[in-house]
């Protein structure tokens, strides 16, 4: 019997062994349904080639039990270009150039499709593969260093499980009425103009530019677990066009922008491997995703089964300039050591799975790779370090009233140095 993971190799496999017979049979896509069951779909053109009846048998006895039987294994449409025109496809193998899959997932978000990177204003997500590593703080740090800079700086909290960047950021006094939650529910039912007006507060911590702070929920969050579980819906309009829950996120974002003329808008992203997640990262168009990283097994295995996905899928070309490594709570004592063993874990992790082979002797300039001690190479970690005042906060709004940019600097310095240095590139300064 076959396991999910053995679908794709088996099916490659197959149709390797068959390889042109199906040149023949033009675009086949890979069907694979909510519970890991493949069919294949292709145009109806060729509807009782000989090859068919063969291949469906093999791939059903190959299979099982995440294939239909064979008289349903293949499904035929009039026009294969326009079935799969809004559909996310991958490759099944770099071998096999007319194979594509379809995922159907039970979720949306599938890390597959990497969003064009949005004009201006730049979005930057913070990232982590798992929390309590500092990375909402550092978002707020990074807001109000903005903010001290002259930016005026939205912040969007879209860890919208594990909320709080507004707590960080404003006082009970400040928070506005609304939140991302609270439009996400009244946009699917053609309310969001209700809420919109209502779900940004302006900071008071900034003295010369400005932190605009739209929150997961309102001041009063209440039927949030209610809300939160129907933010995921698509809208469907009265014309039956449906629309994604990633493409409404997308549609207020830039609504927000433009509204409000944010220089920079920074995003704090749930962590781990999650539909929120997979948005931020790939579907809201962010120049910049730094990717928050304690050197521990856990971090390195999720990254890892991330990037590989991306690998697989063939989408890293289109992701991996942006993607910036940010080294949290790099602790006071050891600190050289352990920054040394961060280098070299996370440069195993990009030059296995992001960084283009070089072969020996290969000199050409066009291949994406960078040499371990490079430190203007994306593996090259920005320090975040560990800071006591700063690990046992409980709000970020009181602690910047009193901080002073020296303490900053010495936390955060490399990581704000890295920021304001991208938005510098990207404004052409």
């Known amino acids: 019997m076959t396991t999910f993971d053995e679908i794709r190799p088996k099916l490659a496999e197959i149709f390797e062994r068959h390889r042109e017979s199906i040149r023949e049979l033009g675009l086949i896509v ?100 798992k929390g309590g590593v500092g990375r909402s703080t550092a978002l707020a740090v990074t807001a109000w260093s903005l903010a001290e800079r002259g930016y005026r700086v939205m912040t969007l909290d879209l860890d919208l499980e594990s909320p709080g960047l507004s707590t960080s950021l404003l006082p009970a006094d400040r928070r506005p009425t609304f939140g991302v939650t609270d439009w996400l529910v009244e946009d699917l039912v053609d309310n969001g103009h209700e809420v919109f007006g209502a779900m940004v507060a302006a900071s008071n911590l900034s003295r010369n530019g400005e932190i605009l702070v739209v929150p997961a929920h309102g001041a009063d969050p209440g039927e949030y677990v209610s809300k939160l579980g129907r933010i995921w819906m698509p809208k469907v309009t009265k014309e039956g066009r449906r629309e994604p829950w990633f493409r409404r996120l997308d549609r207020l974002s830039k609504a927000l922008e433009e509204k409000w003329k944010p220089d920079v808008v920074l995003i704090d992203s749930r962590a781990g491997i999650d539909e929120v997640a997979s948005t931020c990262l790939t579907d809201l168009g962010a120049s910049l995703v730094l990717l928050f990283a304690v050197d521990s097994d856990q971090t390195w295995s999720g990254y890892r089964i991330l990037f590989r996905h991306w690998r697989r899928v063939g989408v890293v070309p289109e992701l991996r300039e942006r993607l910036q490594l940010v080294g949290a709570m790099i602790p006071e004592t050891g600190t050289l050591d352990y920054l040394q063993g961060l280098r070299e874990r996370a440069w195993d992790l990009f030059s296995e799975e992001l960084y283009d082979e070089i072969p020996p002797g290969n000199l050409e300039e066009d291949l ?62």
């Open 368 to 429: 994406w790779s960078y040499d371990l001690a490079d430190e203007t190479a994306p593996h090259w970690p920005w320090r975040v370090n560990w800071h006591r005042g700063f690990a046992a906060l409980r709000s970020m709004h009181g602690r910047l009233h009193e901080i002073d940019v020296a303490m900053v600097t010495a936390v955060f310095g490399d990581l704000l140095e890295g920021v304001v240095s991208t938005i510098g590139e990207e404004d052409g300064l």
């Open 30 to 129: 890979v069907n694979r349904d909510l519970n890991g069951r493949i069919c294949l779909v292709m145009s109806e053109a060729h509807k009782g080639e000989k090859i068919l009846e063969r291949l469906a048998g093999e791939i059903h006895d190959g299979l099982q039990p995440h294939a239909f039987p064979p008289e349903r294994l293949v499904l035929f449409e009039e026009d294969i270009g326009r079935f799969i025109e809004k559909e996310r496809t991958y490759p099944l193998s770099d071998d096999i150039e007319n194979v594509l899959i379809v995922d159907r997932l039970a979720l949306e978000g599938d890390w597959g499709k990497i969003e064009t990177v949005a004009t201006k204003p730049p979005r930057i997500v913070f990232y982590s593969m």
